[in-house]
């Protein structure tokens, strides 16, 4: 969701702008633009709907340089996809605004602007944030008074790049709710959403904090929190890397994420087995000691999550209250953090996400350290991110960067971490050490079964082709396999734009029934657990009533090909970690259904990576 990258600098800008840009793409956008300071002060403007590429073009053909700039990438929230609601947007021609979040009071503001004589060009929210930084501008104040003025008059989340006409050689950054990062250089300084955009010309970075406002020059930063105070906030060398671009063999990044899983389940599990124990991996401000002492005490499990994060969350419910005697509530963060639930004292507050930036997610933890828990813990793929920094403890994914917006090989290493902090909880309170020894030898088993459920590529591609003109499709599963069932159902909607729905098997009879018919495909996943027999009989509920059913189904499982019956037979795996092996063939199906039916499968229309705003 919407990226900011912004440079102040001796040599120009553009390039560094645009490559941050670029390097945002992932994060899923509408349109994009930049706004320079030339050597004269000038403010010039170039923006473009579309993809940064087409920014690149209107640029080649008008060129345009300065020394300070800020750019843009929106996902549209308010005003439709236009080049009149592209960011940067501007204020008389001397201020210009870059804007990720919400205002919530745009609409008062905005009359309240009118009335001043403001003129709006777009239906933004943000347009309120620059007539309102030039109205005070315009009252005799320098820029960062002027953008501090301005901040106190607005509601809702928000991340800000500023630069003006008026003051060339300053650059503002201002967060609230949504994160801003400033990277440091020499003699050049930057300002960007997400690390990534500026990892090619620093590993250095300030993460600034709610209510603060920076004021950056080539030289100098100078940091303010809330209240006004000069503060100094902590330098942290980041060990990322930039994000790989290559797709080597693959068409698509979502394939090559797809076929990354194996090697990125080792590389999660690298260093945190023994032989039949789990090593204390979780990591926090406390010894080992201390995390050990804690997750004793640990009486229930709140999970909070969003997407694909949540259907990871619901998998783990089963898991641990199978495993453990350890209660586990798993819940929607938008909902969650509206909700009023008495405190627990006792409670480890999970979340999970992917990018760790997930507003929601944010929200719901910051709610839960006001109301107080006895510890909260993230499970996250970016060891630099706002979820990581404000969670007492952590537990990260090792999946590498993950482009394509329908997630894949973080939602594996989500569950595989979810093993792990089970297989902690039980060592820590004296589990069953044989379930545990079971455990670990599974885990170990993973990246091997991951590579034989890829072995079905080809098979599950002939599959696809029938689903090229399906408007609809029903996702069947029952126990840990029910999420599993979830997840095919929401990567099929996200990259192919077919409606899919997932159900409890044993719940047709109470409404699903009713769309089965021929042009319905039934999606199922039948390990051989102890729910298979029951699954079998629900499934015959489907085929004979017309259904027709695809079915990924363990070997033994006894189902065999007919007319409206398709099975890809799979390997035997044990229970415990099905649900990670299955969730291999549905990825795939997704991706080659897309695939046929000629969607933008790493870009899906209308979504974003990282949902930073509610």
Same mark, same amino acid.
């Given at each position: ?7 102040? !600098? ?18 899923? +956008? ?9 050597? =004269? ?44 609601? !592209? ?8 201020? @210009? ?22 003129? *709006? ?26 953008? $501090?003025?301005?901040?106190? %008059? #607005?509601?809702?989340? *928000?991340? #800000? ?7 060339? %050689?300053? #650059? ?17 300084? *930057? ?24 004021? #950056? ?59 039949? &124990? ?26 909070? /999550? ?5 259907? !990871? ?24 953090? +509206? ?11 999970? &979340? ?10 944010? @929200?719901?933890?910051?709610?839960? $350290?006001?109301?107080?828990?006895? !510890? ?33 090989? /973080? ?23 044989? &379930? ?43 126990? =840990?396999?029910?999420?599993? /069932?979830?997840?095919? @159902?929401? $990567? ?21 029934? /009713? ?41 033994? @499982? ?5 007319? %409206? ?34 969607? =933008? ?14």
């Amino acid at each position: 969701m919407c990226g900011i990258v912004g440079a102040i !600098a001796q040599r120009p800008v553009t390039e560094i702008l645009l490559e941050g840009l670029r390097r945002l793409e992932y994060r899923g +956008y509408d349109s994009a633009g930049v706004a320079l300071l030339d050597s =004269d002060g000038n403010l010039q403007r170039i923006r473009a709907l579309g993809r940064v590429v087409e920014l690149e073009k209107k640029l080649e053909q008008s060129p345009h340089q300065g020394v300070v700039g800020i750019s843009h990438t929106r996902w549209a929230t308010h005003g439709e996809p236009a080049e009149r609601n !592209a960011h940067p947007h501007l204020s008389n021609n001397r201020v @210009a605004v870059v804007h990720n979040g919400i205002i919530e009071n745009h609409q008062e503001l905005r009359e309240a602007l009118k009335e001043k004589g403001y003129e *709006f060009e777009s239906e933004t929210d943000t347009e309120v944030i620059v007539h309102l930084i030039e109205s005070n501008l315009t009252d005799g104040v320098s820029l960062l008074e002027a953008v $501090k003025l301005s901040i106190l %008059n #607005l509601t809702g989340a *928000f991340s #800000l790049g500023v630069i003006s006409s008026e003051e060339p %050689n300053i #650059l503002i950054g201002a967060r609230q709710g949504s994160p801003l990062v400033i990277g440091l250089g020499l003699g050049e300084n *930057f300002i960007g959403s997400d690390i990534q955009a500026i990892l090619p010309v620093t590993s250095r970075f300030i993460y600034l904090e709610n209510g603060d406002v920076a004021s #950056l020059e080539r030289h100098q930063i100078t940091i303010e929190d809330g209240q006004g105070n000069t503060v100094e906030r902590e330098i942290k060398q980041s060990k990322a890397c930039s994000l790989e671009s290559d797709l080597g063999e693959y068409r698509h990044y979502m394939l090559k994420e797809i076929y990354e899983q194996p090697q990125a389940v080792q590389k999660t599990l690298e260093g945190r087995l023994e032989v039949d &124990t789990i090593k204390q991996c979780i990591s926090g401000n406390m010894s080992s000691e201390k995390v050990t002492a804690l997750l004793k005490q640990v009486e229930e499990v709140q999970i909070i /999550a969003c997407g694909t994060s949540y259907h !990871a969350g619901l998998i783990a419910r089963y898991w641990m209250e199978n495993l453990t005697d350890i209660p586990c509530n798993v819940e929607v963060a938008s909902e969650y953090r +509206y909700r009023r639930q008495p405190p627990r004292k006792n409670m480890l507050f999970v &979340t999970i996400s992917q990018s760790g930036e997930t507003a929601d997610t944010l @929200a719901a933890l910051d709610k839960v $350290k006001k109301a107080g828990c006895l !510890a909260s813990l993230s499970i996250c793929n970016v060891d630099e991110s706002s979820l990581i920094r404000e969670s007492d403890l952590s537990l990260l994914t090792v999946a590498g960067p993950e482009i394509g917006v329908a997630s894949t090989k /973080a939602f594996t290493t989500q569950l595989i971490t979810l093993q792990l902090l089970i297989g902690l909880l039980m060592q820590a309170k004296g589990g069953n050490e044989d &379930t545990v020894a079971t455990i670990v030898a599974d885990l170990k088993k993973v990246p091997v079964l991951l590579e034989q459920a890829l072995e079905h590529d080809n098979a599950i591609e002939e599959m696809a082709e029938q689903f090229i003109d399906k408007n609809n499709a029903l996702f069947l599963g029952r126990g =840990d396999q029910y999420p599993v /069932a979830m997840e095919g @159902a929401l $990567k099929l909607k996200e990259i192919s734009y077919i409606h899919a729905e997932a159900y409890p098997a044993g719940e047709l009879k109470h409404g699903p029934l /009713a769309l089965v018919d021929s042009e319905m495909p039934i999606v199922a996943v039948a390990p051989n657990t102890n729910l298979l027999e029951k699954l079998k009989s629900n499934l015959e509920e489907v085929r004979s009533r017309g259904g027709v059913l695809y079915l990924f189904a363990d070997k033994s @499982a006894g189902i065999s090909k007919q007319d %409206n019956i398709h099975v890809i037979e799979m390997e035997q795996v044990p229970e415990s970690i099905a649900p990670i092996i299955y969730t291999i063939p549905l990825q795939l199906l997704s991706y080659h259904v897309a695939v046929f039916k000629g969607t =933008d499968v790493d870009k899906p229309r209308n979504l974003a990576k990282s949902v930073t705003v509610e």
